[in-house]
């Protein structure tokens, strides 16, 4: 590089020794070329500023030499001047690149030497081109970069002078450390088995920002942040993951009315990341009409997979009335379930998918009667939350191969559409269930069921019952102002071959402890003369 600046300065001072002695003719009469074999004069002339007939300056043969340089194609540019009859013939010495005889690759992990040689446009037989070469060394960074490895670059290269030989080395930067800040209660472990990267391993964004997202849906950070540093060892670099941690204890009581069902108070105690693992805890109670006790054990990440695993006891009981079609009350009798459920569930980025085996042991009594089963089931579960709404699609399968008197497949499905303008919502609700079993074969407690607060308003809880159902609900919504919302609404149920229609008018208030909703509703069939039913609930049917 030296020899060939010493030698641009050699020619720049003949050129100006020339110009001295020839002053008085300085047009330019002739251009030549010399040494070039793979590319015409014509070619040239056209990268070139110098024009025959034009004047001669030095600064503009200087700027052509440059160009041709700059161009890759040559490992050497020169130019001479000469004087002729009526002004000076310049003429460009060339030494043309030659072809690339070998390209060498170290410091490669990752990629393969074939991997790189394919993606770059520098190639043996090829003739070099520096500027292809630059390009070459964006496209190996790029091609890692599109893998994740976007700290990778193309450390050193070198190249002979005539361009035959290439020497390219990569960099490719290790994890010295992974550093947690911010732990109180989590396990700095935890953490960094979730992040996925270990010490050594090559450093890899998409990887990192992965397990960051993965620890981010867990829902126990306010917030968590990354840092890249560079480590103390030349070619590794340090992670530091900082988090600030959410409160994990939370207590929540809760109360729903019904005229016929009366009051129902509940109680829930959920303990997040647990043990520092990020595993749950949660306990509720429910109790008045209705008695039930759960308790759900939550473990994320389940054998180091994206499925959680989720474990759940529970204790059921509720008083019921059987009703013919015509609502005619013909007995009183008492349901209850004690089981176990144990689910796998994995959330992607538009859908939740989730697959459950349930054992359940009920018990129904009527006066001093009393029956009862075991039966079992398993539940495919896929939902999706969307913007204007969600959508619920279920498939489940009791008896068979599973314990159970009967054997049937059950499908629900449910989708819900907000919509919402200024200070008014629009809300429709569709849902559905089947089972293909005739009702007369199933328990009253196996049986789809509409009435109450949270299906057809108006009813009373479960009031019909059979092996399938269509359900439409309407509400119409008013924000008054920033705690209080007028609704009205109407509830249209298509359940034994008849139509069962409701309307009714609520409001809902803003408290410390949620939305609080209270709904009136009242039958609207010919046959029905029930003068309706009021309800009280945390929070919007849906």
């Known amino acids: 590089m030296e020899n060939r600046i010493l030698k641009r300065i050699f020619f720049l001072f003949i050129i100006f020794l020339t110009l001295n002695a020839y002053s008085y003719s300085n047009i330019i009469t002739a251009i030549e070329f010399k040494g070039n074999n793979r590319f015409s004069s014509e070619e040239l002339l056209m990268k070139i500023a110098s024009r025959v007939g034009s004047s001669f300056e030095a600064e503009i043969l200087q700027s052509d030499i440059n160009r041709l340089y700059n161009s890759g194609n040559f490992t050497d540019v020169g ?16 030494i043309e690149n030659k072809k690339i005889r070998s390209i060498q690759i170290i410091g490669n992990n990752i990629l393969s030497d074939n991997q790189i040689l394919y993606i770059i446009k520098s190639k043996v037989n ?14 190996i960074e790029k091609y890692y970069a599109s893998k994740g490895y976007t700290l990778v670059s193309v450390d050193d290269v070198e190249v002979s002078e005539d361009g035959s030989k290439i020497k390219l080395s990569i960099k490719e930067p290790k994890v010295e450390a992974l550093l947690v800040k911010g732990s109180q209660s989590t396990k700095a472990s935890f953490i960094k088995r979730k992040i996925g990267i270990e010490k050594g391993d090559f450093y890899n964004f998409n990887t990192l920002v992965s397990g960051v997202d993965s620890i981010k849906k867990m829902g126990i950070f306010k917030n968590i942040r990354f840092f890249i540093k560079d480590g103390t060892i030349p070619g590794y670099i340090r992670i530091e993951i900082e988090i600030q941690e959410k409160k994990t204890g939370e207590l929540a009581f809760g109360i729903n ?4 069902d009366g009051f129902v108070g509940s109680i829930s105690l959920e303990k997040k990341n647990f043990r520092g693992r990020g595993d749950n805890l949660k306990f509720e109670i429910e109790l008045g009409e209705v008695s039930n006790y759960e308790f759900t054990f939550e473990h994320p990440y389940f054998l180091q997979s994206e499925y959680t695993m989720d474990v759940k006891l529970y204790d059921y009981s509720i008083d019921r009335e059987k009703y013919d079609n015509n609502g005619i009350k013909l007995y009183d009798f008492q349901e209850e379930k004690d089981g176990l459920g144990l689910g796998f569930k994995k959330k992607s980025k538009s859908f939740e998918h989730e697959y459950r085996y349930t054992s359940e042991n009920i018990t129904v009594k009527a006066g001093n009667a009393s029956a009862g089963e075991k039966k079992s089931w398993l539940e495919y579960i896929v939902s999706q939350k969307q913007k204007n709404g969600k959508a619920y699609l279920s498939f ?53 069921s509409v009435g109450g607060g949270d299906t057809l308003r108006g009813y009373k809880s479960s009031n019909f019952t059979s092996n399938e159902y269509i359900l439409i609900n309407l509400e119409e919504r008013l924000k008054v102002n920033e705690r209080l919302w007028y609704i009205i609404f109407s509830d249209i149920a298509l359940i034994n071959d008849d139509f069962r229609k409701t309307v009714g008018v609520g409001f809902a208030i803003d408290s410390p402890i949620g939305i609080i909703r209270i709904d009136y509703g009242k039958p609207f069939n010919d046959d029905d003369h029930d003068t309706g039913r009021l309800y009280l609930g945390l929070g919007f049917m849906f």
Request: hydrophobic share 30%.
């Open 79 to 94: 130019a001479d001047t000469q004087q002729q009859s009526g002004g000076v013939k310049i003429i460009f010495k060339l």
């Open 126 to 139: 090829n003739v070099f081109n520096f500027n292809t070469l630059k390009d070459d060394m964006k496209l």
């Open 257 to 260: 009315y019904g005229s016929y």
């Open 396 to 448: 489940s399968k009791t008896g068979g191969f599973l314990s159970g008197k009967t054997s049937y497949y059950k499908y629900k499905f449910w989708k819900t559409l907000i919509y919402k303008q200024n200070r008014q919502e629009t809300g429709i609700r569709l849902m559905t269930e089947y089972i293909d079993l005739d009702e007369n074969q199933l328990g009253e407690y196996e049986k789809a």
